[in-house]
């Protein structure tokens, strides 16, 4: 059974690249779909096939997904142009004849208020449209979206943001990888399922702030902004202003719950514990 992964350059590409591997995976069975051949010299020399297409070239897809059996379709990273891009690789993995596809989603989907929703919202269902057997894995929040501008943060002595006490379930990439890879590895028929992926802390941002608190050993606070100065915070530091609007919503919807999951999914796909903030903090030092 010959497994693909699209976005394989990314950073939960590579790693789910990596967990197929060590499932027993040949390296010879995975396909790694890429933008860039280049970007790609690590996968080509671990021995898995390297395909180049790009998610809006229809036909560069369909001829990368051929004689793929599973395909694990890691959501675009170009937000406002992932509909069309996940459309082509779901037409096109239909007309290769793929077999099951596992597609990285958001939490709660169907209901869920964040603007970065309505891309999945609307992935999802092209993908029950499709009558391809599929899989939804819904991943919560990433540990590592914390990481950025750690030391900048401890300098200051201030985390901000809009999340008030809501929690973040957050897990490391290696832990949705992982998760992931056990689908896409596994006995039972995996066709109709969807998986509510989140992990075991569930932070509030003051709980955030003292984390990296410990890591650093400098005191950090966290301070609770109106979303529209969080927005402006995020600009002021180099973000388009897309992108600030974007990340500061999803940093309210935190504060209503939405990236709180309590479903213990990704602890039972993976059979253990989720990383915790402060191992991926560490490492991000
Ligand atoms: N759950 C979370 O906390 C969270 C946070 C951020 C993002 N996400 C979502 O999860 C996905 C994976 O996360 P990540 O951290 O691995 O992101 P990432 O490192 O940015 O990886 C995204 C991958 O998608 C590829 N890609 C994007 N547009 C493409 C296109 N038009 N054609 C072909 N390949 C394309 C990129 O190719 P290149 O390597 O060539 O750039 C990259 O390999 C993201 O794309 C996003 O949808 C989730």
């Given at each position: 059974?010959?497994?693909?992964?699209?976005?394989?350059?990314?950073?939960l590409g590579r790693l789910a690249v990596a967990a197929l591997l060590r499932r027993g995976v040949a390296a010879s069975d995975v396909v790694a779909v890429v933008r860039n051949r280049e970007k790609a010299a690590d996968l080509t020399a671990l021995g898995v096939q390297v395909r180049v297409a790009d998610y809006a070239d229809r036909g560069a897809v369909e001829a990368?997904?051929?004689?793929?059996?599973?395909?694990?379709?890691?959501?675009?990273s170009e937000v406002g142009s992932r509909v069309p891009q996940h459309a082509n690789i779901i037409d096109a993995a239909k007309a290769a004849g793929v077999g099951l596809i596992a597609y990285t989603s958001i939490p709660d989907a169907p209901n869920?208020?964040?603007?970065?929703?309505?891309e999945h919202q609307v992935t999802e269902r092209l993908l029950?449209?499709?009558g391809i057997d599929h899989v939804l894995l819904r991943n919560g929040w990433y540990?590592?979206?914390?990481?950025?501008d750690l030391a900048g943060t401890a300098e200051r002595g201030v985390l901000v943001g809009s999340a008030g006490d809501g929690k973040v379930a957050g897990a490391a990439r290696a832990d949705y990888a992982e998760a992931a890879a056990a689908v896409l590895t596994s006995s039972e028929d995996q066709a109709g399922r969807v998986y509510e992926l989140g992990g075991d802390e569930r932070l509030t941002y003051p709980e955030l702030a003292q984390a990296i608190s410990n890591v650093t050993g400098k005191p950090v606070e966290f301070r609770n902004l109106p979303v529209a100065e969080y927005q402006g915070v995020l600009e002021s530091?180099?973000?388009?202003?897309?992108?600030?609007?974007?990340?500061?919503d999803a940093d309210a919807g935190v504060a209503t719950g939405v990236l709180d999951i309590t479903s213990g999914d990704l602890q039972r796909l993976i059979g253990r514990p989720s990383t915790s903030l402060e191992d991926v903090l560490r490492a991000a030092l």
């Open positions: 059974m010959t497994i693909a992964v699209t976005g394989a350059t990314g950073h990368a997904l051929a004689g793929v059996g599973k395909l694990l379709l890691i959501s675009g869920n208020t964040l603007q970065l929703a309505q029950a449209e499709s540990w590592e979206n914390y990481t950025n530091v180099g973000l388009p202003a897309p992108v600030a609007a974007v990340l500061a």
